[in-house]
């Protein structure tokens, strides 16, 4: 069994900078994978990034993904998701999974984290 749960969401002005967490406990194998995914109001969840926390090696599932950057502490087992230069149209709820493998399909995850609201203003 895997529990995660996202903190660090926020209102903030379109330009600024935000940093999500991802606390993941429970199997190291079922957590192996960590991803972002993201559901704006009236859209489908998409895929953000993934990181696998055993080589600490992230992929991002959309372009340009250069204003976001996973990355993790494994002394406490967190995941964060940085976000820069931050626009209106990233406003939404941003969730954390975890699973075997990365990949960018919902249905893959097996754990998800409760989300947190991210809201940009312009």
């Known amino acids: 069994q895997v529990h995660v749960v996202e903190s660090g969401g926020g209102s903030v002005q379109a330009g600024e900078s935000l940093r999500l967490l991802c606390a993941a406990s429970g199997s190291a194998d079922s957590r192996r994978a960590v991803a972002w995914f993201r559901q704006a109001p009236g859209k489908e969840r998409e895929g953000v990034g993934c990181i696998y926390t055993d080589t600490s090696t992230a992929v991002y599932y959309f372009s340009p993904s250069d204003r976001f950057t996973i990355s993790q502490d494994n002394a406490t087992n967190t995941v964060y998701l940085q976000m820069t230069s931050l626009k209106p149209e990233d406003t939404a709820m941003y969730y954390c999974?975890?699973?075997?493998?990365?990949?960018?399909?919902?249905?893959?995850?097996?754990?998800w984290g409760q989300g947190t609201q991210v809201t940009v203003s312009s």
């Open positions: 999974a975890a699973y075997t493998r990365c990949s960018k399909f919902t249905d893959d995850y097996s754990y």
